[in-house]
T-cell receptor, first 113, second 114 residues
Framework: DADVTQTPRNRITKTGKRIMLECSQT?????MYWYRQDPGLGLQLIYY???????NKGEISDGYSVSRQAQAKFSLSLESAIPNQTALYFC????????????FGEGSRLTVL | QQPVQSPQAVILREGEDAVINCSSS?????VHWYRQKHGEAPVFLMI?????EQKGHEKISASFNEKKQQSSLYLTASQLSYSGTYFC???????????????FGQGTILTVHP
């Protein structure tokens, strides 16, 4: 089983719908991240969390919200999806003992029609 | 601010060498390098820390020029398996520590042919 698990792996939805992407990890890491990937733009940070009570906005947080339900779970929500949120979304974890090396989930491909 | 990678794409034959560069306008605590195969998640290759410490892959090397805030990834004797998109990620210096979050470059597409 993967150490960082994302669900769903693929989702097609319509404009205006609420969508939640979930991430769970078994690595025991305190730090969790949500990144968005668009072709040619690399990975852009949406939100990050250093522990359950510490959540921070990243570069492109507008239109997104997050919830850190437990050390192992970090969810990303799109309250009202729009077509330009069509992208590949990655959850990642890290730990200070490994100098911040990121461990990525397999990704969630979201299409907003 | 996003670090800038160059070149945007590289095409090699097996056995050839390549260098990928990453440049930031910010003072950096560390530079990370990741490789992503098509349709897969990025995979860690290397971390270079302020002060010269390196951690990572046995067959890939990198350098970090702290004065210029630049890093280079050296791929020697390339193999078909090296094909993919390479990303640098930078963690800014926060006065003795890091901010703990990576900002990624736009990526360099490396293609290795037989």
């Amino acid at each position: 089983d993967a150490d960082v698990t994302q669900t769903p792996r693929n989702r097609i939805t319509k404009t205006g719908k609420r969508i939640m992407l979930e991430c769970s990890q078994t690595k025991g890491h305190d730090r969790m991240y949500w990144y968005r990937q668009d072709p040619g733009l690399g990975l852009q940070l949406i939100y990050y969390s250093f522990d359950v009570k510490d959540i921070n906005k990243g570069e492109i947080s507008d239109g997104y919200s997050v919830s850190r339900q437990a050390q192992a779970k970090f969810s990303l929500s799109l309250e009202s999806a729009i077509p330009n949120q069509t992208a590949l979304y990655f959850c990642a974890t890290s730990d200070l003992s490994r100098a911040g090396e990121l461990f990525f989930g397999e990704g969630s491909r979201l299409t907003v029609l | 601010q996003q670090p800038v990678q160059s070149p945007q794409a590289v095409i090699l034959r097996e056995g050839e060498d390549a260098v990928i560069n990453c440049s930031s306008s910010k003072a950096l605590y560390s530079v990370h390098w990741y490789r992503q195969k098509h349709g897969e998640a990025p995979v860690f290759l290397m971390i270079l820390l302020k002060g010269g410490e390196q951690k990572g892959h046995e067959k890939i090397s990198a350098s970090f020029n702290e004065k210029k805030q630049q890093s280079s990834l050296y791929l020697t004797a390339s193999q078909l398996s090296y094909s993919g998109t390479y990303f640098c990620g930078t963690d800014e210096w926060a006065g003795g520590t890091s901010y703990g979050k990576l900002t990624f470059g736009q990526g360099t597409i490396l293609t290795v042919h037989p």
